[in-house]
T-cell receptor
């Protein structure tokens, strides 16, 4: 069974630039999550989708972050404009209902 | 406000000995607890979990103990192997609530040969 795919794996940008991350969850998994993991901390949930609907985006900085899952499968997370403090690993996870399966993450460095 | 705390950022043990990783939580609504293991450049992978109706769950070399009154759980790895070297995250959720996973900061375990 293929795991959660994420791209790119690494991204370096300058502050105020825009960036987008892509996630392809495990086939059939209705729930998709985006987490932000800052160095030295645990993953923090940014947004949770159930199919193509948002379940929880209470910790998503909506002034600069946006996410969509238009067809209920793949998802993109966008940051516009990026700040230095956005440097982190962005993890995508999917779930069939119980248990979360994480992708390898995208490491973002904002200079 | 850190609801899940892993107060030891790192732990080093000898191969063959026991590794004990600790986790404390503050939210009494949490009723399901999970441990994840993370290697560098990979996402976290699920290791073991425990429901609040139990005080112990065992899976091979891994055992998780839950002390609800102390709001404390621990992960025991016996015997420890060099391949266990990774960052271990404790996570908790409230099944009757938002079911949002709340993670601790992680403990980096190093098992020395």
């Amino acid at each position: 069974e293929a795991g959660v795919a994420q791209s790119p794996r690494y991204k370096i940008i300058e502050k105020r630039q825009s960036v987008a991350f892509w996630c392809n969850p495990i086939s059939g998994h209705a729930t998709l999550y985006w987490y932000q993991q800052i160095l030295g901390q645990g993953p923090k949930l940014l947004i949770q989708f159930q199919n193509n609907g948002v379940v929880d985006d209470s910790q998503l900085p909506k002034d600069r972050f946006s996410a969509e899952r238009l067809k209920g499968v793949d998802s993109t997370l966008k940051i516009q404009p990026a700040k230095l403090e956005d440097s982190a690993v962005y993890l995508c996870a999917s779930s069939p209902g119980t248990g979360e399966f994480f992708g390898p993450g995208t490491r973002l460095t904002v200079l | 406000d850190q609801q899940v705390k892993q107060n030891s950022p790192s732990l080093s043990v000898q191969e063959g000995r026991i590794s004990i990783l600790n986790c404390d939580y503050t939210n009494s609504m949490f009723d399901y607890f999970l441990w994840y293991k993370k290697y560098p450049a990979e996402g976290p992978t699920f290791l073991i979990s425990i429901s609040s109706i139990k005080d112990k769950n065992e899976d091979g070399r891994f055992t998780v103990f839950l002390n609800k009154s102390a709001k404390h759980l621990s992960l025991h790895i016996v015997p420890s192997q060099p391949g266990d070297s990774a960052v271990y995250f404790c996570a908790a959720l409230s099944q009757g609530g938002s079911e949002k996973l709340v993670f601790g900061k992680g403990t980096k375990l190093t098992v020395n040969p």
